[in-house]
């Protein structure tokens, strides 16, 4: 059994204790928002962001931080990207050298580039930092429905025991060197099911959202690559499982916020509708930034970048993107090589 303080008390958090609690380990989910965790401690049950998920009564709930993050064998940092950096910053000081770290954020910090693993390092510098990370709405975790998902991490030992500590009959969780794909793929898929929910919101088909799952994957994984991620990582499930997922999902936030524009709203009237953190706005401009710093076309992560902070009409984006010139799908030298026969 490990002792375990999970760092946010939102979905992703709540559903990652109650499955933690299931396996036994002592649970502890922590917030600086008192209402919440009083609403934790009087229902047992996040009334507004997983309701009718039943928490047991073991698990803990508790908003002072400075108890909560010491002592434990791990902490799970499940804040929103944009608030992660400052909660490390904040409790820095008291969080013990060679503390493991779980980031289940996903995002890509505007201002640095760094994604949230690198965020959690540079303020907690002596932390041993890992993320989880795929196709995994807390909806069903939280219903214990059948989930995979994979850890990436700096050491193999050190993934293997975030394995067993997360694995469960309904939770099957894969192991992986490769933190940057991991969490790039996780952060821009979020900007590929914006696209995916406008797209919805336009009335288009599944033959449209096909085209974008797949373009999609593929401008991400030109990306990480270029970055030095590995090109399987984005066949994976943090890569197309989770970008599958996210595109499709009744309980995609970034689906729902990019239908709604698709509808007409503008980018903060749809966020304000979500009423949930649509970490896909904020990542876009951090992708679009990494395409242009390593010189990587991504044109519908662009096309979003358009629609969201220069007002382009969304319609007006699908037509210059199926209007683009005309491309291979693999490398031109194949045809030269003979490998088109086989």
């Not at 009087?42 to 709930?61: A, S, Y």
């Not at 069903?140 to 990436?152: A, F």
């Not at 936030?253 to 524009?261: F, M, P, T």
Request: overall charge negative; some cysteine.
């Amino acid at each position: 059994m490990a002792k375990i303080s999970i760092i946010g008390a939102g979905s992703w958090g709540t559903a990652l204790g109650l499955l933690l609690s299931d396996n036994g380990h002592e649970v502890t989910i922590c917030s600086e928002n008192e209402n919440e965790i009083r609403m934790l401690l009087e229902n047992h049950e996040h009334l507004t962001k997983l309701p009718g998920v039943l928490l047991p009564d073991q698990m803990r709930f508790t908003s002072d931080m400075e108890e909560a993050l010491g002592g434990r064998d791990l902490l799970v940092m499940a804040k929103a990207s944009p608030y992660v950096r400052s909660t490390a910053q904040k409790y820095a000081h008291i969080i013990p050298e060679g503390q493991m770290i779980v980031n289940v954020a996903k995002g890509v910090e505007s201002k640095t580039l760094m994604t949230m693993s690198q965020v959690i390092e540079e303020e907690i510098p002596t932390a041993n930092v890992t993320v989880l990370s795929g196709p995994s709405h807390a909806e069903e975790v939280g219903r214990r429905l059948p989930t995979t998902i994979v850890v990436g991490a700096h050491e193999k030992k050190t993934a293997m025991y975030i394995q067993n500590v997360f694995m469960s009959p309904v939770f099957r969780v894969y192991t992986s060197p490769d933190i940057t794909g991991i969490e790039l793929g996780g952060s821009l898929k979020n900007v590929i099911a914006l696209a995916a929910g406008t797209a919805d919101g336009l009335g288009y088909g599944d033959n449209t959202k096909a085209a974008l799952i797949t373009r999609g994957i593929a401008e991400i994984a030109r990306l990480g690559i270029a970055m030095g991620a590995h090109a399987e990582t984005f066949y994976g499930l943090s890569g197309i499982g989770d970008l599958i997922v996210t595109c499709a999902s009744v309980h995609s936030r970034n689906r729902k916020a990019g239908y709604l524009i698709g509808k007409g709203y503008t980018m903060e009237q749809a966020m304000e509708e979500v009423r949930m953190i649509v970490e896909g706005v904020y990542s876009a401009q951090a992708g679009l930034t990494l395409s242009e710093k390593y010189g990587i076309e991504t044109p519908i992560i662009k096309a979003v970048n358009e629609v969201l902070f220069q007002q382009k009409k969304p319609k007006d984006a699908v037509d210059e993107l199926m209007q683009r010139m005309k491309k291979d799908e693999l490398a031109p030298d194949f045809w030269e090589s003979g490998e088109s026969q086989s």
